[in-house]
């Protein structure tokens, strides 16, 4: 078994935007960070941005809003970054406000300045193979780790577990593309799946996002198989000074045995999420001054 | 074995559709229908929309540009419609002379009037669930001819065969969606497949888009699987007066003794397109009679 390493390889691709940074001349890309109220899980996101943004050598514009802002104050929010030529990228934290529609917010911001690839267009455009969008960060995170990973999915069956917008279906339809390192057969198992274990059972490589910890056991692994967990939920754990643990959705004791590779948590898709949405700032910058 | 009729399930779509027309007051919905160049299966296709549309009582505008129309004239063409307030839904006619970009050209068309479901934000809209967009017309008539046979995909095991834009991936977003009679677990296969048979033979209900020939034999399908065959194939047969004859992607013989319901070729996915294509232009009419 080996173990895919994601803040290596987070690392890796940060390095490499940094060089491509600095060589670029005059102002530097700029992504905006609107946090709207203090979930505390939200804090330490905008955070963990703020900090490799920096390091990488990108400006960061903190935006907070009170929590309890309307849609229409958003919308001219949003409106203002979208027409700011020194604004490159956007990102709107998850999760919102109850009073706030995801995907209105979302679909306000720019599909040229959608540097978290939730906009509708450009979910569009990754279902259309069209490159000249934005692709969400975590499954645009996934590709990139099997990638560095030297796992090439072409005529390999990918099973995805969980149909999210944000990771599920991008990936799925990711995976499908025809283009090099893809070229899967895809299957999407989810909550009303019946007989899940057979499926999983198939995997050759194996996606899990459905957000329930340890969710995935042995019985329903192939030996061999490449084991991407995406989850990352906290469990109670009285030992942990927090209280609690962070574990994925995957029961790593048992499986990781039989995984040929697999992901650990923390420590796989999280930081790629992060050093995805530098990539996708970097690409935003280049939009924009190209225009 | 059950035949599922597309011819009497997509007459009686036109009758409900034909029925809501008649109600409307003032204007009727319009459909403008545009043709480049002379491409035979072009021209039969729009003859049988222009028909339908008369039977039900919408207008259609038929606009014929010559096949050496430029990129740049079809958008002005495009964008006259877009902002003319008679015309509800626009539909430009595949395949396109090779100059000009399908993508391009369906983007363009403004995702209001988009009837055919092809514009990129459209098909994000079906990822995301959200039902004030259009769905492409022959993935919406499968789902309709599925429900309207009594196949609730809830819980069952979907394999589409084929990952194209216009058949194989809205499909199977629509089968994986949560709403009533969709739920489905979904496998996309392709001509990159590895042991294909070993994975449509899992299909409580298969869809085949693959655009062969026959392609689906007796050893592909599970017993009392639902077949619904989308693919439009033109064989050679010297007994026939025109020198061939339409088969679907199922080599019907051998498969409907197995299946539990099958769709024929032709009679099956083909009416319920043009059918859909009405139901979206009445949407269209009623998104711009709101607006």
């Given at each position: 078994m080996e173990l895919i390493d994601g803040n290596l390889i987070a690392a890796t691709i940060i390095a490499e935007l940094k060089a491509e940074v600095a060589a670029l001349p005059g102002r530097k890309p700029c992504i905006a960070l609107?946090?709207?109220?203090?979930?505390?899980?939200?804090l330490s996101y905008v955070k963990k941005k703020e900090k490799t943004a920096a390091e990488i050598g990108l400006t960061s514009r903190i935006i907070l809003p009170p929590v309890t802002i309307s849609q229409t104050d958003l919308f001219a929010l949003l409106d203002q970054l979208n027409a700011?030529?020194?604004v490159d990228g956007i990102l709107v934290q998850s999760p919102l406000p109850k009073h706030l529609s995801?995907?209105?917010?979302?679909?306000?911001?720019?599909?040229?300045?959608?540097?978290?690839?939730?906009?509708?267009?450009?979910?569009?455009?990754?279902a259309q193979e069209d490159e000249t969008g934005f692709v969400a960060c975590t499954p645009a995170g996934i590709m990139e780790l099997l990638a560095r990973s030297g796992v090439d999915l072409k005529g390999r069956h990918v099973v995805v577990l969980g149909r999210s917008l944000i990771v599920g279906k991008p990936v799925a339809l990711l995976a499908l593309q025809k283009k090099?390192?893809?070229?899967?057969?895809?299957?999407?198992?989810?909550?009303?799946?019946?007989?899940?274990?057979?499926l999983t059972r198939q995997a050759d490589v194996l996606i899990a996002a459905i957000g329930r910890a340890e969710?995935?056991?042995?019985d329903m692994v192939k030996p061999g198989a490449v084991i991407i967990d995406v989850g990352i939920n906290r469990v109670p754990d009285p030992t942990k000074k927090t209280g609690y643990r962070l574990t994925g959705d995957v029961h790593f004791p048992s499986v990781s045995p039989l995984a040929s590779k697999i992901t650990p948590?923390?420590?796989?898709?999280?930081?790629?999420?992060?050093?995805?949405?530098?990539?996708?700032?970097?690409?935003?910058?280049?939009?924009?001054?190209?225009?």
């Open positions: 609107v946090r709207i109220g203090d979930d505390p899980a939200s700011d030529p020194t995801e995907v209105a917010v979302f679909r306000r911001v720019s599909a040229l300045k959608d540097v978290d690839g939730f906009n509708t267009l450009n979910l569009g455009k990754v090099a390192g893809a070229n899967a057969t895809v299957t999407v198992c989810h909550s009303g799946t019946t007989n899940l274990p057979a969710f995935v056991t042995a948590v923390p420590g796989g898709v999280g930081p790629m999420t992060v050093a995805l949405l530098m990539k996708n700032t970097l690409k935003a910058y280049r939009l924009q001054t190209a225009s």
